[in-house]
């Protein structure tokens, strides 16, 4: 049986889960794969062992991805799983944003003991007044399980949205309103919305992409949406456009020295995924996937390694490579198998970035050399073999 | 040309579209009609030419509706011009409600001067943490304008949503997603919905309705939205419940010296209409029921006169009648048209309570003596003639 690490707490119904099918480990260094919220990673020292690590959440920014891979130990992360919990927030966000919900109810708390205070709100609540969202225009960037649910709420709470992801998914562009009109430029998006919100991931391409220019573009009142990380908005470009008033409103879920100085945000403390549902969801998808891949060598929803899912082992045993996604690996691969008389009934390979996971199903006598000869090749990081449950 | 007073300030939006018939007086004296925000009409003297009132708003606790309709006063309120205003506080409530993020956006400006404050957030932020609106049960009390509205935003947030309203219109019933399911009684909600919203007016009916008992019935942990009116729940017993932690949050709009000490209420100051859109659909939606009142009679969301609708004037003339809602006025009416040897091309007499309004188009012009002796009959308080 394998066994896994937790690295922080996860939900009763996700631990139930997991010990259904693996030993708890005390220790990382004695664990066959971890999970983990948001315990920094990175000044660890990981076991050459360590099979995989599950994110019970989607940012993996407090996990060494190159290190695992150059080892062969497979990240996970829940896409989806805090959607909704994400999207609800950016929707009390668009509502704090467009009335000072906030201000007021510090007013009546600052006023608890006025015994007159109906009367006295009926004359303080014109400075908290607003607008409506209705027949406002959203721009959402970045169309993935967030940024999807978050057009579509928009579009059923009556604004006209517009929506940009150069890389958006058949599953995402499926699930989206017909209504949401998607635009090419994000040009289009910064000329034409009063509230823009942002769902991509950060990477050095997305690494303030919110910047002075793209702020200078927008509509004098805009209001920005950011719940997703900090360092897609440059926040001195932020501040100093908040000051002079061209945006109304800068709402965002990360606290730090320059957001919690500006005048006219709304800071929260990382509040976007912290629901009960959002938790128990994140760990329940952490533990399916690395049973999936433990048990099966299937890969879903890795940020490392190319995803691959054979189903069930249906043959005398499933062999896992982790390789770099260079020419004539699988060449390699299978004339090893070749040399060793064992029959290639069913083969995946998928490719992410530098990295590539291939599947072997194969039958005929074993022999445990072969594990040694394909990690012998080049480029080759791990490999594993999983018997079939017939065996 | 008809003079209309302004007592609170109305969107120009709305003012504009009253047209070249109209024009705006300081004087309230001189005033063919008002239009009223929220100032106090109680203790105003109305001048026996003002014809009309036009609230811009939906509640009409600050006019005399009573004095008002023996004087053949029209009162006009704007129900649904606020709809989407009110709306959008609900669900801003519902979300506040279950998540501590007025508590966190406190916490980060309290720590505003912590040079490690996103580091300390992580370790904070579980206080603040809390559950989502999709998958729960939504319980919507009247299904109105606002009430119909907070319930399909409910829909569309992946909520169920169980709606209760024994006087439910045609025409609200047809705005309804049709998987809010509609219930008969109040005690379905009681014993099933994690959030219960109330939308209906404060009546002798409707004051206290969520009383000890009520909230008793609730499931524990329930979230109880009030922007409605204050009266319509029993603050004391709402107090006992948030102290002992079954009602979980109380969202209300109104701020009083009971629910401004509750423990768990979320209290703003009568924001819920408070959004330049709702004044704008106010002041229009005051501003053509007036016009059309003005100018053609037509009576649209009267709080004290029935709806009457003929359309523009046909014929030569129209004839409004206020009248006691008793036996025999419009055969008074018609007989003292009839002995002009005027013919009556159309008439409409819509009653409310006592009192009661009949318009006539008449096929050819009547004097005004015959007007003032129409005046004059017992039980007739006003008699307007309306000419094109």
Not at chain 1, 49 to 63: H, P, T, Y
Not at chain 1, 154 to 165: E, K, N
Not at chain 2, 171 to 198: F, G, M, P, Q
């Amino acid at each position: 049986m394998y066994s896994v690490h937790c690295m922080n707490n996860i939900s009763q119904a996700g631990l139930d889960a997991l010990y259904q099918s693996f030993s708890p480990a005390k220790r990382l260094e004695d664990a066959d794969a971890a999970i983990v919220r948001s315990t920094n990673m990175h000044e660890l020292d990981l076991p050459k062992d360590l099979l995989a690590i599950a994110r019970a959440g989607a940012g993996v920014n407090n996990i060494p991805l190159d290190r695992c891979s150059s080892q062969g130990t497979v990240v996970f992360n829940t896409p989806g799983a805090n959607a909704n919990a994400v999207k609800e927030l950016v929707v009390a966000g668009m509502l704090m944003a467009s009335r000072d919900i906030i201000g007021s109810a510090e007013w009546v708390g600052d006023h608890a003991d006025d015994a007159d205070v109906a009367k006295d709100a009926e004359k303080a609540k014109n400075q908290f007044g607003g607008t409506e969202i209705a027949g406002k225009t959203l721009g959402v960037i970045g169309l993935g399980a967030i940024g999807a649910m978050v057009a579509n709420a928009g579009r059923s709470l009556g604004m006209h949205v517009l929506g940009f992801d150069p890389y958006l998914s058949i599953t995402a562009a499926w699930s989206l309103d017909r209504h949401v009109h998607y635009v090419q430029r994000l040009g289009e998006i910064l000329e034409n919305a009063d509230y823009i919100t942002i769902h991509v991931p950060a990477n050095d391409k997305t690494r303030g992409m919110i910047g002075r220019d793209q702020i200078a573009q927008t509509k004098d009142g805009v209001v920005f949406l950011n719940f997703a990380r900090d360092m897609l908005v440059d926040e001195q470009a932020m501040a100093r456009a908040l000051e002079n008033g061209h945006v109304r409103r800068y709402v965002t879920d990360f606290a730090n020295p320059t957001t919690t100085h500006m005048k006219g945000a709304i800071v929260l403390p990382h509040l976007g995924a912290s629901t009960r549902e959002a938790e128990a969801n994140c760990a329940a998808m952490a533990v399916d996937q690395l049973r999936a891949y433990l048990l099966e060598g299937n890969v879903i929803n890795s940020v490392n390694f190319g995803d691959v899912d054979l189903g069930p082992i249906q043959t005398d045993e499933r062999i896992v490579v982790l390789h770099k996604n260079i020419p004539n690996m699988i060449g390699q691969f299978t004339a090893i198998l070749a040399n060793s008389d064992l029959n290639i009934e069913n083969m995946a390979n998928k490719r992410r970035g530098e990295n590539a996971t291939t599947l072997f199903e194969t039958s005929g006598p074993w022999d445990d050399d072969v594990i040694q000869r394909i990690s012998a090749v080049e480029g080759v990081y791990r490999t594993r073999m999983i018997p079939g449950h017939g065996m | 040309m008809f003079k209309v007073h302004c007592l609170n300030n109305i969107a120009k939006v709305g003012t504009d579209r009253l047209g070249a018939n109209f024009a705006l007086t300081d004087s309230i004296e001189c005033a063919d009609a008002i239009m009223v925000r929220s100032a106090s009409l109680h203790d105003v003297d109305f001048s026996h030419n003002l014809l009309a009132i036009a609230r811009a708003g939906a509640g009409v606790n600050n006019i005399p509706l009573e004095r008002c309709a023996e004087r053949g006063i029209v009162v006009f309120n704007t129900p649904g011009a606020n709809a989407n205003g009110v709306k959008e506080m609900v669900i801003a409530g519902m979300l506040l409600a279950s998540r501590d993020i007025v508590g966190g956006i406190e916490w980060v400006d309290e720590n505003s001067d912590d040079p490690n404050v996103g580091k300390a957030a992580e370790k904070a932020k579980k206080d603040f943490a809390g559950t989502e609106l999709a998958g729960k049960n939504l319980g919507v009390i009247g299904l109105g304008a606002i009430g119909a509205m907070v319930a399909n935003a409910g829909r569309s947030l992946g909520m169920h949503v169980y709606g209760y309203d024994p006087y439910l219109s045609v025409k609200y019933a047809w705005s309804l997603d049709r998987h809010v399911r509609h219930v008969n009684d109040l005690k379905e909600i009681w014993a099933n919905c994690d959030y219960i919203t109330i939308h209906v007016p404060a009546t002798d009916k409707t004051r206290g309705m969520i009383g000890a008992g009520e909230i008793a019935a609730m499931r524990d942990g329930v979230v109880v939205l009030n922007y409605a009116r204050d009266v319509l729940v029993d603050e004391i017993a709402m107090s006992a419940a948030l102290q002992t932690g079954h009602v979980r949050r109380y969202m209300t709009d109104f701020a009083n010296s009971v629910t401004t000490q509750m423990k768990h209420a979320v209290v703003t100051p009568h924001l819920g209409a408070s959004t330049k859109e709702a004044e704008d659909n106010c002041a229009i939606m005051a501003a053509d029921e007036l016009r059309d009142y003005l100018e053609n009679g037509n009576i649209t969301n009267s709080v004290n006169y029935g709806t009457v609708d003929m359309g523009p004037i046909e014929g030569a003339m129209r004839l409004a009648a206020f009248h006691l809602n008793v036996p025999n006025m419009i055969g008074q009416i018609t007989s003292a048209v009839s002995a002009e040897g005027v013919n009556i091309e159309n008439m409409t007499d819509k009653s409310r309570g006592n009192y009661a309004y009949c318009m006539l188009d008449l096929g050819s012009e009547i004097s005004d003596q015959v007007v003032q002796r129409l005046a004059c009959i017992d039980g007739i308080y006003r008699v307007r003639a309306i000419r094109k």
